[in-house]
């Protein structure tokens, strides 16, 4: 009689899941990380301020999250294939759209709100299928997952500086949409799991529950908005209202940084290429550190965010391409260690069950992050003309939003505490009434 599961796979197919999500992210995140090569291409063609341009990119970050919850819930009702075919999809007719160049406010629409859809659409279901198919394993496969971002944009960084000037901004915007179709493959590739793996079923029929459990759940999950009544997951939606402020803006201003400093040609597009590798090097030791249990994943996060921010208020003082250099690739490597653990996080707040809603409606808030933050870098630097501006207000938010998880952390703790006393509390009453103790039983007296 085959043993039935009671948890996620924690390998087999998932690896292939793990794969295809490496995939996505690369041509999701790494695609986004880019749009820096397009900000002078864009300001200059229309000839506006640096803060009407933000908005492009201010538009698809607020559309990627503020679609999180819609991501989350079609994932919920249907399957994370059909979802991430449809974001797929949905990215390729935007960057299409957008290479056609009819205006400024067309491009807030195409590369705005479809990309940024779209973006969504693919990388909300990538991340909920790894965190179902994993458990023990859970830290390290989303960490592999999540270094597609950074692998392709190495690649990424000076292929869209050549297609720019080989086929102008327009071009490449088309070349990238043909790219972003192969989202629709990895979609293919996500095949949903085939039980309830998570589900305990108490039944006295063994042989019938281990049949139940080959087959589809028959039960449709429901998007719970009730996780924000928990206190903890408020504190946690705080922590990426700022953080998002803070860690987008760096990548958009740091090309037009090293440019006012007069480097030019491929060496800005070279600073990202290594700042990439340093994020990959980051997401892959850090997601093995967590899965080493040596610290847990809410005492990791406020120190790596608390160094970030650091050394984004340092970076403005380079003003030599070593410098900045030396100073991005601290950034990458502290924002790849970030990012490795700051979504898996979400779990140790609402539990696997309260996932796909947490992280729907963590995205949904971390668009006010995400879309204040670009915008108000540019205000500060059309006021200051210096692009040190920018970089200062991200280290301030990092830095701020390090101390909302230290309070989850402590809240998590005590929840945990109170619960474990609960549960020692009820088994001490059970072995009052059962008059067993120790293994031994006795006769009570009365």
């Not at 000839?47 to 559309?63: E, H, K, N």
């Not at 989202?183 to 079923?201: F, I, K, T, Y």
């Not at 608390?306 to 250099?325: A, E, F, Q, R």
């Not at 088994?427 to 009365?446: A, L, M, Y």
Request: neutral net charge; contains cysteine; glycine residues 10%.
């Amino acid at each position: 009689m085959k043993s039935r599961r009671v948890g996620p796979p924690d390998g087999g197919y998932g690896w292939v899941v793990v794969a295809s999500a490496f995939f996505v992210m690369g041509l999701t995140g790494a695609v986004l990380k880019n749009f820096s090569h397009f900000f002078l291409e864009i300001q200059s063609h229309f000839g506006v301020m640096t803060s009407t341009t933000s908005w492009v990119s201010s538009t698809t970050i607020a559309m990627f999250h503020i679609g999180a919850p819609a991501a989350s819930a079609l994932t919920l009702q249907f399957s994370q294939r059909a979802v991430i075919i449809v974001g797929g999809l949905l990215c390729t007719l935007g960057m299409l759209l957008a290479s056609l160049d009819l205006s400024l406010p067309w491009l807030y629409l195409t590369m705005g709100v479809l990309e940024g859809t779209g973006i969504s659409f693919s990388w909300i279901p990538a991340i909920s299928m790894v965190n179902h198919y994993f458990s023990r394993w859970r830290p390290i496969a989303y960490a592999i997952a999540s270094s597609g971002e950074c692998v392709l944009a190495i690649v990424f960084s000076p292929l869209f500086k050549w297609l720019i000037e080989m086929y102008s901004w327009q071009g490449a915007l088309l070349i990238i949409g043909g790219l972003q179709f192969n989202l629709c493959v990895c979609g293919a590739l996500m095949r949903p799991l085939e039980a309830n793996w998570g589900a305990s079923q108490k039944t006295g029929k063994e042989g019938g529950e281990e049949n139940a459990a080959a087959l589809p759940s028959k039960k449709k999950a429901v998007f719970q908005c009730c996780l924000l009544k928990k206190p903890e997951l408020l504190l946690y939606i705080l922590f990426a209202i700022f953080a998002a402020a803070g860690f987008f803006t760096p990548t958009l201003y740091l090309v037009p940084f090293a440019n006012s400093l007069g480097i030019d040609k491929y060496w800005p597009a070279f600073i990202l290429s290594v700042m990439a590798v340093a994020d990959l090097a980051g997401r892959l030791f850090c997601g093995w550190l967590a899965n080493m249990r040596f610290f847990r994943n809410l005492q990791l996060l406020p120190t790596v965010t608390t160094l970030l921010g650091v050394v984004l208020l340092l970076l403005p003082i380079g003003h030599n391409y070593w410098s900045i250099l030396v100073f991005a690739s601290l950034y990458g490597f502290l924002f790849g260690c970030m990012v490795a653990i700051h979504v898996t996080s979400i779990v140790d707040i609402v539990n696997l069950e309260g996932f796909d809603s947490g992280l729907g409606l963590f995205m949904l808030f971390r668009s006010i992050g995400g879309s204040i933050g670009p915008p108000a870098g540019g205000w500060l630097v059309d006021q200051t003309n210096d692009y040190s501006a920018a970089f200062y207000l991200s280290g301030f938010c990092l830095i701020t939003s390090a101390v909302f998880v230290v309070l989850v952390d402590f809240l998590v703790q005590r929840r945990k505490s109170a619960e474990l006393s609960g549960h020692q509390t009820i088994n001490q009453r059970g072995d009052g009434e059962t008059g067993k103790v120790k293994g031994h039983t006795v006769t009570q007296e009365f």
